[in-house]
């Protein structure tokens, strides 16, 4: 590599040389120098994503376990800990099932409720199948009123305790009686065979997830 310079009031110049690689020396140690600093902070940079990956891949799978725990039924909790994104995940999943035992709580209390309000119901009271009319459950005024027991009631439909006319009734006006709460009076027999007139009356509930009345 040269430079030349003139020499003023001489008519001289002046002409000076280098050898390339002398001149680009201190370049190439600083480029080698930055590589080498690349190199390390690169080196940590994997090292530290592999030790957060396989972190977070334990964390995943701790959280994937709990909720597949969950899931069946068990009442589980996952501590807070690793990255903080994994720590969100974990106070979420936490109180989702908290809010999923209380609500479960709820449910069985209700449950309860309705079990002791239906059992200690004094008029005969029974939950059949909105699409099959077939009994789902009945109260001992039923069973003591109408003679059948419970497992017998609830091998039967709505059209087994009423008479051939009455069954061609309730098949006629199902429409009718699936839309009202007040059905009217209707011809019922017992598992002796006796008649009864019954003021009947009805609500539609879900039972498990099926319509019912």
């Known amino acids: 590599l040269y430079s030349a310079a003139r020499v003023p009031s001489t008519g001289w110049h002046v002409v000076v040389g280098i050898e390339r690689a002398a001149a680009l020396a201190p370049v190439e140690a600083a480029i080698r120098r930055q590589l080498a600093l690349a190199a390390l902070i690169a080196g940590v940079g994997l090292g530290v994503a592999a030790w957060m990956s396989g972190l977070f891949g334990r964390r995943m799978r701790q959280v994937s ?55 200690a119901f ?24 109408y003679g059948w027991s419970r497992d017998e009631f609830l091998a039967m439909t709505l059209f087994d305790i009423r008479p051939a006319a009455e069954r061609d009734r309730l098949r006629a006006e199902a429409a009718v009686v699936l839309a009202g709460t007040d059905l009217g009076e209707w011809t ?22 099926r319509p019912a009345r």
Do not use: K, Q
């Open 188 to 209: 019922h027999l017992t598992a002796g065979g006796e008649t009864l007139r019954a003021e009947v009356h009805a609500t539609r509930i879900d039972w498990s997830g």
């Open 65 to 119: 376990e709990a909720m597949r725990r969950a899931a069946g039924g068990a009442d589980v909790r996952v501590a807070p800990a690793g990255p903080r994104e994994l720590g969100v995940m974990a106070h979420a999943f936490n109180d989702m099932t908290a809010a999923r035992a209380a609500a479960e709580d709820a449910l069985r209390g209700s449950e309860l409720r309705y079990r002791t309000m239906f059992e």
């Open 122 to 145: 004094p008029v005969p009271a029974w939950v059949t199948d909105e699409a099959t009319y077939r009994f789902l459950d009945v109260n001992p005024a039923a069973v003591a009123r």
